[in-house]
């Protein structure tokens, strides 16, 4: 019962970057809380960052290689650019999740396009770190 949680460029400076956008939780903080749900969910939680595409390409095919129950993925700007992001969620089986801590689609119109959208189950977004509970409260509840 094994749920990746893939995040991409810049989440590594969640806490000060623009906390006005995104809060002052930590992804640490984010890792932490839930690692703890997912445990009374009885799930357990592969947490990654990076701020290289390809790395996120690499992790998506390693979920379904690692029979990972879903992914869920906060491809940060890549969201918005990368096509190969888009062929390699549906290269896999893994169902993945497109997370967002803000609402992208409230945002700059450049924000406005999901590459990750496309291919993705389901999408949380605009909940702050609280989305990352939704999307696995619905891997648990059997919504995706
Ligand atoms: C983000 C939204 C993206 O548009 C942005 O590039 C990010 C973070 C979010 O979680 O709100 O880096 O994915």
Not at 60 to 65: D, G, K, P, S, V
Not at 90 to 108: C, G, Q, Y
């Amino acid at each position: 019962n094994l749920i990746y949680v893939l995040n991409g460029p810049n989440l590594n400076l969640l806490g000060t970057r623009e906390p006005e956008i995104y809060g002052t939780t930590t992804l640490d903080d984010i890792a932490g809380m839930l690692e703890d749900r997912a445990r009374e969910l009885g799930f357990e939680i592969e947490m990654r960052q990076t701020n290289h595409e390809g790395m996120l390409v690499d992790w998506l095919h390693e979920a379904q290689a690692e029979g990972a129950r879903a992914v869920l993925l906060n491809a940060a700007a890549y969201t918005h650019t990368s096509i190969a992001l888009l062929d390699a969620i549906k290269a896999i089986r893994t169902p993945v999740i497109e997370v967002h801590l803000s609402d992208p689609k409230t945002r700059e119109p450049f924000r406005h396009l999901s590459y990750v959208g496309m291919a993705a189950a389901m999408t949380v977004e605009g909940h702050g770190a609280d989305s990352y509970r939704i999307a696995l409260e619905a891997v648990a509840s059997g919504q995706v």
